[in-house]
C-alpha cells in the first residue's frame, strides 16, 4: 500500500527549491515551514486513504458509457468529492478566484501524492488545471468570472482537445471547425476529438471542455487555430446551469494502461452545432496552448516521478517479504530475503536514486515556476524563465521515460510474480508507458529542447546552467565526504563533455538531420547532468539536517549516482558525435530491403 515519503518530499523542498527566499522577499510568506508540513500532512491522509486503496479498482473496473454517458470507476466520485471539499484543487490558485495562492513547487509536493495514489483519478484534477490556465492568462473578464471560481474549487472539472485522428502532434491539420453564430456572441464547433481524457464522467455537474479548432475563415495552418471553451451544460449569466450543449462522448478507448482513466471520443455538433465561446483573439489558439504547455509538461513529468516512488515502494516491500536462497558466501544455511542478494539492491538502489534525481529536478523547474512570476527583480524573472524553459522538455522526458523503466525493474524484483496481475506490480508498468506518449510525444520534447532552448539563443540558456552547476561544485571543493567526491569529480569531468558536445552542435546546426538524430541522446544527457546537479544539492543539504539517518542516505544515493549512474553520459557524447553517420544517409525505403 502507498505511503507518502513525507520525510522525502520535505527534505527535497528545502534542499533544492527556492521556497526560503521567495518567503525572505515578502513573496509566498503564506507558506511557512508550518503550513508547508501540516499542508502536506493533511495531503497524505486523503491520497493514502481513500485515493490509494482505489488504484487497483481503476484497473479493474474501468469506466463504462451508455447512452453518450461514461460513468466512472465506482468509488472514483467520493473520492475525488472529498479532495475537492478538502480545498484541494484550489491549492496553488489565484485567490481572486477563491484560490489559495500556495506556492507552485509546494503544490507539486502534493500533486505527487495523488499521482502516486492513483495516477487515473489524478488526471482529472490535472486536466482541469491546464483548463483554468488557459482561461486565466488569456480569457475575458467575463469569462473569467463564470468559470474560473468554479473549476478552481474542482466543482466543475475540465479537459484539453486538441487531438484529432490526422492530427496528433501535428496540430495544424486540425479539422474541427467553429463558425461564428450570427445570432450571438459565440460560435458553432462541429468536428471530433480523440484520446481525450476524462471527456465525460459523473464526478463533477458540469465539465468545462477547451477545444483548439480551425476557425472559419481563417486561413489553413497553425494562424487559422481558436481556442474554445465549450461548457457540457450551458452557464447562465448567473451562473446556474443550463441546457445541455450539443457535444458528447461517443466511444471509450481500450488501453494498455490507466485504465481508471476515461479516454474517449468526442463528438461535438453532430446535431445543431455545439456552442463554443472564443478565448482570446481567433488565430492565436495555438500560441495560447504553447503559454500554458511549461506547467502541463512538468506536472507530467511530476507523474513520471509519482510512479518511480510507487513502484519503488511496491519492489521494495516484495522484496523485504519474499524469502529466496541464501546470502552470497554465509554458510549458514539459512536462506534470506531477496532484498539481501547485490542484484537486487542494485536494483531498488537505481529505482531509489532516479526516483530522488528526478523528483529534485522536477521540484527544482516549479520553484523556478514560482520565481519567475513572483520574484519582484525584473531580472531574476527573466533568468527563471529562461532556466524553466530549458528544463521543462527535461523533467518532461527524462521522469517519464525513466517511470517506465523504474517500474520494468519493479516488476523483475517481483521475478514471476511481477508478470502475473495479481502483486498490482504490472499495473505500475503499464500505467507508466503512456507518460513518454501525451502532452507531446518524448521524442518532440527533445526537438523542443535542442532546436528551441540550445540552438536558438545560441546555447546562453544552457550556458549559464552550467555556470550555476560549477559554482555549487566549487562549494563543495573541500568536502572530504567519500560520496560527495564521487559526485563531485564525475559531474565536474562531465560538465565539460556537455559544454564541448553542446558548442560541436552549435556549429553542426545547419544540418538539421543530424541534430534530429541527435536530440534524444542530448535530452537524455543533459538530463543525467542535471539530476546529478539535483543530487548534488540533496548531498551539500546533508549538512544542515537534523535527522543524521536522512542525510547520511542522501550522501550515499550521491555517491551512487555520480559512480554508477552518470558515467552512461560518456556513451551519449561518443553516441552524439560520431556514432550517427550509418543513420544519417538511411532512407525510408531502406527498411523494407
Ligand atoms: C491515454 C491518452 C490520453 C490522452 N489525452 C489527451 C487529451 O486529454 N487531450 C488531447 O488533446 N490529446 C490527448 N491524447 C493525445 C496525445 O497527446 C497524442 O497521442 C500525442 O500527442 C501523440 O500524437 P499521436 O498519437 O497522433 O502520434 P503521432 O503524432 O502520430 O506520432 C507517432 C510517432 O511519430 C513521432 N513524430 C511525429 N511527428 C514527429 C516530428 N515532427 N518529429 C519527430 N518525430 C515525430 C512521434 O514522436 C511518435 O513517436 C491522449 C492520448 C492517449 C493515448
Known amino acids: 500500500m502507498y505511503k507518502v515519503p513525507m520525510k522525502d518530499l520535505l527534505y527535497t523542498l528545502s534542499a533544492v527549491t527556492r521556497l526560503k527566499e521567495m518567503q525572505s522577499l515578502g513573496k509566498a510568506e503564506m507558506a511557512s515551514d508550518d503550513v508547508i508540513t501540516a499542508v502536506l500532512e493533511e495531503a497524505a491522509k486523503l491520497a493514502e486513504n481513500s ?10 473496473v474501468p469506466p463504462t458509457i451508455k447512452d453518450k454517458t461514461v460513468s466512472e470507476t465506482p468509488g472514483f466520485k467520493d473520492a475525488y468529492q472529498a479532495y475537492v471539499a478538502g480545498g484541494w484543487n484550489a491549492l496553488t490558485h489565484d485567490e481572486a478566484y477563491g484560490g489559495q495562492g500556495l506556492p507552485w513547487c509546494l503544490g507539486m509536493a502534493v500533486n505527487e501524492m495523488w499521482q502516486s495514489a492513483n495516477l487515473s483519478l489524478s488526471l482529472c484534477p490535472l486536466l482541469t488545471q491546464a483548463g483554468i490556465e488557459a482561461i486565466h492568462s488569456h480569457g475575458s473578464q467575463a469569462q473569467k468570472d463564470l468559470y474560473l471560481a468554479k473549476l478552481i474549487s474542482g466543482e466543475w472539472a475540465g479537459t484539453m482537445n486538441l487531438t484529432e485522428p490526422q492530427a496528433g502532434t501535428d496540430l495544424a491539420a486540425i479539422r474541427s471547425v467553429a463558425t461564428k453564430d450570427q445570432a450571438g456572441d459565440f460560435y458553432r464547433l462541429r468536428g471530433q476529438k480523440i484520446y481525450i481524457t476524462f471527456g465525460d464522467h459523473q464526478m463533477t455537474d458540469n465539465i468545462i471542455h477547451l477545444v ?63 456552442i463554443a465561446y472564443l478565448i482570446g483573439e481567433a488565430g492565436k489558439g495555438l ?18 516521478v509519482a510512479l518511480c516512488e510507487r513502484a519503488y515502494q511496491h519492489a521494495l516491500a516484495y522484496a523485504k517479504d519474499r524469502v529466496q536462497g541464501f546470502k552470497a558466501g554465509d ?50 524573472r527573466k533568468k527563471a524563465a529562461v532556466r524553466v524553459d530549458l528544463l521543462t522538455p527535461l523533467v518532461k522526458a527524462w521522469s517519464t521515460d525513466l517511470a517506465v523503466e523504474m517500474a520494468s525493474i519493479g516488476v523483475q524484483i517481483h521475478g514471476g510474480m511481477g508478470f502475473v496481475e495479481e502483486t498490482g506490480a504490472a499495473q505500475y508498468y503499464r500505467d507508466a508507458r503512456i507518460l513518454p506518449i501525451y502532452e507531446g510525444t518524448n521524442g518532440i520534447q527533445a526537438n523542443d529542447l535542442l532546436f528551441r532552448k540550445i540552438l536558438r539563443d545560441k546555447g546562453a540558456g544552457l550556458f549559464a546552467y552550467i555556470v550555476d552547476i560549477a559554482a555549487d561544485l566549487d ?72 535527522d543524521a539517518v536522512l542525510a547520511a542516505e542522501k550522501r550515499q544515493l550521491a555517491g551512487y549516482y555520480g559512480a554508477a549512474i552518470l558515467p552512461q553520459v560518456k556513451g551519449y557524447v561518443h553516441i552524439i558525435m560520431g556514432g550517427q553517420d550509418s543513420l544519417l544517409s538511411v532512407h525510408a525505403d531502406f527498411f523494407d530491403a
Open 51 to 60: 485515493w490509494a486503496p482505489l488504484n487497483t479498482k481503476g484497473d479493474r
Open 212 to 274: 483548439l479548432a480551425r476557425v472559419d475563415g481563417l486561413p489553413e495552418g497553425n494562424d487559422g487555430l481558436g481556442l474554445f471553451i465549450v461548457p457540457k451544460f450551458l452557464v447562465n449569466a448567473d451562473g446556474s446551469l443550463g441546457a445541455r450543449n450539443d457535444v458528447y462522448p461517443i466511444s471509450l478507448e481500450h488501453k494498455l494502461g490507466i485504465h481508471g482513466s476515461p479516454t474517449c471520443v468526442m463528438a461535438y455538433g453532430d446535431q445543431e452545432g455545439a
Open 287 to 304: 500560441k495560447y496552448m504553447f503559454t500554458m504547455m511549461n506547467n502541463a509538461r512538468i506536472s507530467v513529468g511530476l507523474q513520471g
Open 331 to 380: 554458510p549458514s544455511g539459512k536462506r534470506v530475503a531477496i532484498i539481501e542478494h547485490m542484484d537486487v539492491k542494485r536494483m531498488l538502489m537505481t529505482m531509489k536514486a532516479y526516483t530522488a534525481a528526478t523528483r529534485a529536478l522536477a521540484y527544482y523547474a516549479g520553484s523556478e515556476i514560482d520565481v519567475m512570476h513572483l520574484h519582484p527583480d525584473e531580472e531574476a
Open 475 to 546: 562549494k563543495v571543493a573541500e568536502n572530504t565526504n567519500r560520496d560527495i567526491d564521487l559526485l563531485r569529480r564525475y559531474l565536474r569531468h562531465i560538465l565539460l563533455d556537455l559544454k564541448n558536445v553542446t558548442e560541436w552542435l552549435l556549429v553542426e546546426s545547419k544540418n538539421i538531420d543530424r541534430v534530429a538524430a541527435t536530440a534524444v541522446l542530448y535530452l537524455k544527457m543533459l538530463s543525467m547532468i542535471a539530476g546529478g546537479h539535483m543530487m548534488l544539492k540533496l548531498a551539500m543539504h546533508a549538512d544542515q539536517h537534523d
